[in-house]
């Protein structure tokens, strides 16, 4: 399958600070990918679909400006934790699904970033 | 985005199939079934996919039955490393279309 990569894998911060995480579609373009979250024994949930050349769409209850989606290119999208909390140390997870979409397409998943706030 | 219900837990016995029960009744007919497993503390990893026929590839095989309002799947001869929380989801084949997550069945494998 496609191999999608995040980094960093886990971060650490200070409270009010900002952390940038990537993710990459390696052996595929992608015009779209997605941000998810997921709470210590919980699922996963949906934050965010991120578009190549536009502005992100975000689910309802999801602050835009608190989670920064850039998209740049066709294998690279950007979350950006804003003025982190405590309450936002969570498991950040990004997908991406092939630019050819159809009925062969199929969304892929990064390992993951884990990030907690101090 | 039609909605799927699972067992929330399934234990298996080393070497034998492994078989995953899901319910999508309200499923529409572009829809597709997608199956994912997540390990923990790792990112969802794909499984397998259809549309109405049966599927298989080297991992697992998906059964959806002909209305389309349930399926199962199947791993052959589960092993221990197969224990994950498992999630059926129904989606469209747009490039854009979400993949939601539910609570999944978590599996697991006993020696």
């Known amino acids: 399958g496609a191999v999608v990569s995040q980094h960093p894998s886990w971060v650490i911060c200070k409270s009010g600070t900002s952390v940038k995480i990537e993710c990459r579609s390696l052996?595929?373009?992608?015009?779209?990918m997605f941000w998810y979250r997921q709470f210590p024994k919980q699922s996963l949930m949906l934050m965010a679909t991120?578009?190549?050349?536009?502005?992100?769409?975000?689910e309802q209850g999801v602050e835009k400006d608190k989670f920064l989606i850039n998209h740049a290119s066709l294998t690279l999208s950007t979350l950006t934790v804003t003025s982190a909390h405590p309450e936002d140390s969570s498991f950040y997870i990004c997908?991406?699904?092939?630019?050819?979409?159809?009925?062969?397409?199929?969304?892929?998943f990064g390992p993951g970033t884990r990030l907690t706030v101090l | 985005d039609a909605k799927t219900t699972q067992p929330t837990s399934m234990d298996c016995a080393e070497g034998r199939a492994a078989n995953l029960p899901c319910n999508h009744s309200?499923?529409?007919?572009?829809?597709?079934v997608y199956w994912y497993r997540q390990i923990h503390s790792q990112g969802p990893q794909y499984i397998i996919h259809g549309l109405k026929n049966n599927e298989t590839n080297e991992m697992a095989s998906l059964i959806i039955t002909e209305d389309r309002k349930s399926s199962t799947l199947i791993l052959p001869h589960a092993t221990l490393r197969d224990t994950a929380v498992y999630y059926c989801i129904v989606s469209g084949y747009s490039s854009a279309s979400k993949i939601i997550f539910g609570s999944g069945t978590r599996l697991s494998i006993r020696p």
């Open positions: 997908s991406a699904r092939a630019a050819s979409g159809g009925p062969r397409s199929t969304q892929y």
């Open positions: 991120s578009n190549e050349g536009s502005k992100a769409t975000y």
């Open positions: 309200t499923i529409s007919g572009n829809e597709y």
């Open positions: 052996d595929f373009q992608a015009t779209t």
